[in-house]
């Protein structure tokens, strides 16, 4: 998972873009990069870390331009961690591009050696997104032979992008002397949008963003989402084009996006993420009563953060008290994308604290966003009852996980899966600790999303069923991410040893 931000203006944007890679932070706390365009120089810095460990003063003085493109990454399936992953990516021709990426492509190996064998292109990183820039590149070549750039061709080029890669994607590209190309995948499963802001001298500043949040917190006017399969393009006026690309886009957004990542304050495709997760707590209300007696219950509580609207929302629904008992140090990175199970069993003490006088003596149902390996449940609850709960129950936001994403978040394997070999709820309870646990179900996932807008029919929930929305999906692909995970494990401890 990762954010990604573009922006054209007429006056130096390298501050905005750090500005907007901290509204985005929460989609990226591996690595960031801004690269900005000057005349036709690229000026570029990248790096691993948080977005204000990477960028000192100088390195902003040196980010020259009135145009650029910014990036948080996590590290998706089977890529290593390391600063050559680090994104926006370069290729010198056609006219010199940076380009950036949210996603993750499934057909990311053939296509490597296609581009090697046929187009003569060589990648070399692990990271998709190198390859998905290459096949821009090359598409946009194609094109532009004893002739320029025009916007009908960076459409066209966009239109061989989507017929030679599938997956879940969201693109910037920064194409020097032309202007800022931005796309989707055809499935809409990655989320992009587009804002305005006109400033004082008159010239419209345009902004594209994976969440309305960069837009807003920055001033910009939140114009739309970009939909699946469209491509929009902006030129170094300022003027925006926008046409759609793919031949049968559907709109099939990931349901995780909601539940977990986004920001709350952010609106994806018609859909408020705040509001949804307050329906995702009155869904599983439903659930817990049908599965715990209510009068059971003394108490409801968060696992801060992203599970606290659905919580407040689940105790109103009940007529149970709301409380906060555990109090989060938010200078600790998230949990369950941590490398390594003991510096994520370590870090779960790090980052939440029980308040005993809200435990003591008391029946407590702790509401968190999902369960994914079920190491930080497991440490929370141990956590409750050594604070002097009676008994634990724990209610789901998401439904079980019980296998990985393929389309960008770098999820663990069906081996690293609490639920990845079909355990139901009750197996989880004992191994976690806990009195009960209560698990959303999938058709109340989707029935509280497409609730805010009817008119999205079907959401990526593969992670919950297993039923991939680009339909190239299979046991063998599965059991090949595993191995490249694994491998990509094994570099990256081999890395960090050298290094030590």
Do not use: W
């Amino acid at each position: 998972m990762c954010g990604i931000v573009g922006l054209v203006s007429d006056s130096p944007v390298n501050q905005r873009l750090y500005d907007a890679l901290l509204l985005l932070q929460h989609r990226g706390q591996d690595a960031a990069g801004i690269a900005t365009l000057d005349g036709l120089t690229f000026h570029q810095h990248k790096a691993m870390g948080l977005v204000r460990e990477v960028f000192r003063t100088r390195d902003m003085r040196n980010l020259l331009g009135n145009c650029g493109i910014g990036h948080t990454r996590y590290p998706t399936a089977g890529c290593s961690s390391s600063s050559d992953e680090a994104q926006p990516f370069y290729v010198n021709a056609p006219y010199g591009i940076m380009f950036a990426h949210n996603g993750n492509l499934t057909n990311a190996t053939g296509l490597k050696q296609e581009l090697y064998e046929l187009d003569h292109r060589h990648i070399n990183t692990s990271s998709d997104s190198e390859s998905l820039l290459n096949v821009l590149a090359d598409e946009i070549s194609k094109l532009v032979i004893g002739s320029t750039l025009t916007p009908e061709k960076a459409f066209e080029a966009v239109r061989g992008v989507h017929r030679r890669i599938r997956g879940g994607y969201a693109c910037v590209a920064l194409i020097a002397g032309k202007g800022l190309l931005a796309f989707r995948d055809p499935n809409g499963i990655r989320p992009l949008c587009v804002g305005s802001y006109t400033n004082e001298r008159g010239f419209t500043e345009r902004m594209v963003a994976s969440e309305s949040v960069a837009l807003t917190g920055l001033g910009f006017n939140f114009e739309s989402d970009v939909a699946p399969g469209e491509a929009v393009y902006i030129d170094l006026q300022g003027n925006l084009y926008r046409e759609q690309c793919a031949e049968n886009p559907r709109l099939c957004p990931c349901a995780f996006e909601y539940v977990y990542f986004a920001r709350p304050d952010s609106m994806m495709d018609g859909i408020s993420v705040y509001s949804a997760r307050l329906r995702l707590g009155e869904y599983l209300a439903d659930q817990v009563a049908h599965e715990i007696p209510v009068d059971a219950i003394d108490v409801v509580m968060p696992v801060p953060d992203s599970a606290r609207p659905c919580a407040q929302q689940l105790a109103q629904c009940l007529g149970l008290p709301y409380r906060e008992g555990l109090i989060k140090n938010r200078y600790v990175g998230r949990t369950f994308i941590m490398p390594g199970q003991a510096t994520r069993k370590k870090s779960v003490r790090q980052k939440l604290n029980a308040m005993p006088v809200e435990f003591k003596g008391k029946n407590i149902l702790l509401v968190d966003d999902s369960i994914v390996r079920g190491t930080t449940m497991k440490e929370i609850v141990a956590m409750a009852k050594s604070a002097g709960a009676k008994k634990v129950y724990v209610a789901s936001s998401a439904p079980r996980v019980c296998f990985p994403n393929v389309y960008g978040i770098d999820m663990p394997t069906r081996t690293e899966l609490l639920c990845g070999d079909g355990k139901d709820a009750d197996e989880v309870a004992r191994i976690i600790g806990a009195d009960k646990v209560v698990y959303q179900t999938v058709e109340g996932l989707r029935m509280a999303l497409s609730d805010l807008n009817p008119k999205i029919t079907d959401f990526d929930c593969s992670c919950f069923d297993g039923k991939y929305v680009t339909g190239d999906i299979d046991e063998a692909y599965l059991a090949k991410l595993e191995e490249e995970k694994r491998r990509a494990k094994e570099a990256d401890k081999h890395r960090k040893a050298e290094e030590d």
